[in-house]
């Protein structure tokens, strides 16, 4: 129990650290939403790992109530840890996260729907995940990667990289604008100028035939 209050100093010294809004601890105490549910979350966390797995859920539940804010007592999570606004975080149960990270309202990290075991993202030390954005699936974000806000990232991310867009894509590494990594946005118009190509060759294509065929 004396690590997970040493956690909860630690995650109050971030907000007051991060937050220029944040005038006093007290403040943070009193009016934090994204505080709260950490603290709620350690002591749920902490009947979880001990099998109380019911009063774990239950508490959750309080938590996810009085909060807006879902995290999962299975969940692990760092020290450090800055949920800021906080309103619709969403945390599911095997998400790892490191030490130092900040969360914004609105994230998800949640599972696609189609893996069992380790079902939810890993998030190393350092990383910023901006407002409404979905981090899906078992993957891993590196140390210090920054995910901008409502982009939807379903596969790795290298360290010190910065993500954007649906899908996310890499558009900084290690400070340097990334022009090329083999990636690509979709593009619905494209897609269909190609389909339609495609059909218009396979027209010709026919009509040629059928023409042989009449001439022949």
């Known amino acids: 129990m004396k690590r997970k209050v040493n956690k909860i100093k630690m995650d109050l010294r971030a907000a007051l650290e991060h937050d220029p809004a944040a005038k006093s601890a007290l403040e943070i105490v009193l009016t934090y939403n994204g505080f709260h549910a950490l603290v709620l979350y350690r002591v ?3 009947f979880h790992v001990r099998g109380f797995r019911l009063l774990a859920r239950m ?3 309080v938590g996810r109530f009085f909060t807006g804010i879902e ?3 299975g969940a ?3 020290y450090g840890v800055f949920i800021d606004h906080g309103t619709g975080v969403v945390i599911g149960e095997t998400t790892e996260i490191g030490n130092n990270v900040t969360i914004y309202q609105g994230a998800t990290l949640g599972g696609t729907g189609k893996e069992t075991g380790k079902r939810h993202p890993t998030l190393e030390s350092g ?3 901006s407002a409404g954005a979905k981090v ?7 140390r210090n990667a920054k995910i901008g806000a409502g982009s939807v990232v379903l596969h790795d991310v290298p360290a010190n ?3 954007v867009g649906v899908p996310g894509v890499v558009v900084r590494l290690n ?3 990334v022009d090329d990594l083999d990636q690509c946005l979709p593009d619905p118009i494209e897609d269909k100028i190609c389909a339609l190509e495609k059909r218009i060759q396979e027209l010709e294509a026919r009509l040629a035939e059928a023409e042989n065929k009449n001439n022949g």
């Open 71 to 73: 995290i999962h007592p």
């Open 44 to 46: 749920a966390h902490f």
């Open 76 to 78: 692990k999570i760092g």
């Open 161 to 163: 990289a910065t993500v």
């Open 127 to 129: 990383v910023m995940v």
């Open 136 to 142: 899906l699936g078992p993957i891993t974000i590196g």
């Open 175 to 177: 400070g340097e604008r």
């Open 59 to 61: 508490i959750s539940s």
